[in-house]
């Protein structure tokens, strides 16, 4: 109770049920229709096992990437690897949303300098709004 609370948390491409090429196989994992992975990996399962320590008053913004091939990917994180993380945040997050990023923009690790999810990011955190008071 005494230590901070993660307020807003936005996450990039993230790989959060696997990485290609090191075991997730491109289109062989896929989401149920509660967005549960059908297969998950020990990480995921360790944090499925603990999302009640995430606060419950969490702003998700989760940004992912697809280079639009026949990977469904961003050319190392599967889109079904990146968007696995909302069956574990969002059923407790006060706030959860996704942006797919898509084309040659969205590749990995491109997408952290790419002004499209940059300025989503600056909105998302208020960055915005600050910047405009300076």
């Known amino acids: 109770k005494n230590f901070p609370h993660l307020a807003s ?3 990039i491409a993230g790989p ?12 062989v994992n896929r989401l ?3 967005g549960r992975p059908s297969m998950m990996t020990p990480h995921y399962s360790y ?3 603990h999302r009640r320590d995430f606060s419950p008053s969490i ?3 989760n940004i992912y990437g697809n280079v639009l091939d026949t990977t469904n990917s961003d050319r190392f994180i599967s889109v079904v690897s990146a968007k696995s993380i909302r ?3 969002a059923p407790d997050a006060v706030y959860y949303q996704e942006v797919e990023v898509l084309g040659d923009n969205a590749e990995h690790s491109q997408m952290h300098d790419e002004p499209f999810v940059i ?12 910047k405009k008071e300076l």
């Open 16 to 27: 959060f049920n696997g990485v290609m090429y090191l075991g997730d196989i491109p289109n």
């Open 47 to 49: 944090m499925l096992r």
């Open 9 to 11: 948390c936005a996450l």
């Open 32 to 34: 149920t229709e509660s």
């Open 87 to 89: 069956y574990i945040l």
């Open 59 to 61: 702003r998700v913004l």
């Open 119 to 130: 300025g989503i990011l600056n909105r998302f955190l208020g960055l915005d709004k600050i």
